[in-house]
C-alpha cells in the first residue's frame, strides 16, 4: 500500500486530525483557567485574537465545503488563492498555530508548551502531506506553492 493510496490517506488523515484535537482539547484545558479568571498576561490575549481573526479571515476565504479537516483535497474543491491564501497556504493551521502560542504563554504549567510543541509538529505533517496530495490535483499548485509560504510569510 502506498501513501498515496485512498484508504491510507483516509486512515492517516483521520489519525491526525484525531491528534489535532485531542490537543487542542488538552492546551484549552490547561489554559482556560487562566483565561477564564482573567489572568492570562495581555499580550496572550492579544496573540489569542490575532490568531482567532486569521482563522475567520481564511473561512471567510474560502466557501462551504471547499476545504477538508483532513489533509487530503476534497474531491471538487478549488485552490483559494485570495484572501490570507495571497501569502500563505495553511492559514487555517498558521490560526491553531497562533492561538497555541497564546495559550503556552497564558499557561501557569509547562506541559501546555510541550502540547503546543506536538500541535505544531502534527499541524506540519498535515500540511506536507496535503501538499503532497495537493501537487498532483489542481494543476497551478505547483506555482502556487512556489509564491507562497506553509505558515508564515517571509520565513516559514
Request: one cysteine or more.
Amino acid at each position: 500500500m502506498s501513501i498515496g493510496d485512498a484508504d491510507h490517506r483516509d486512515s492517516i488523515g483521520a489519525l491526525l486530525v484525531g491528534l489535532q484535537l485531542a490537543l487542542m482539547l488538552a492546551l484549552g484545558a490547561l489554559v482556560l483557567p487562566a483565561f477564564g479568571r482573567g489572568v492570562a498576561p495581555a499580550g496572550s490575549w492579544a496573540l489569542a485574537a490575532a490568531g482567532l481573526a486569521l482563522g475567520l479571515w481564511a473561512l471567510s476565504a474560502n466557501r462551504l465545503g471547499n476545504f477538508n479537516i483532513r489533509p487530503a483535497p476534497r474531491a471538487g474543491g478549488r485552490l483559494v488563492q485570495h484572501g490570507p491564501y495571497r501569502w500563505i497556504r495553511h492559514p487555517m493551521y498558521s490560526a491553531v498555530i497562533v492561538v497555541g502560542a497564546a495559550c503556552c504563554w497564558a499557561a501557569t504549567s509547562g506541559w501546555a508548551c510541550a502540547e503546543w510543541l506536538v500541535l505544531a509538529a502534527v499541524l506540519a505533517v498535515k500540511a506536507r502531506l496535503e501538499e503532497r496530495w495537493m501537487s498532483v490535483a489542481p494543476p497551478d499548485y505547483p506555482a502556487y506553492r512556489e509564491r507562497t509560504r506553509m505558515f508564515v510569510p517571509g520565513l516559514l
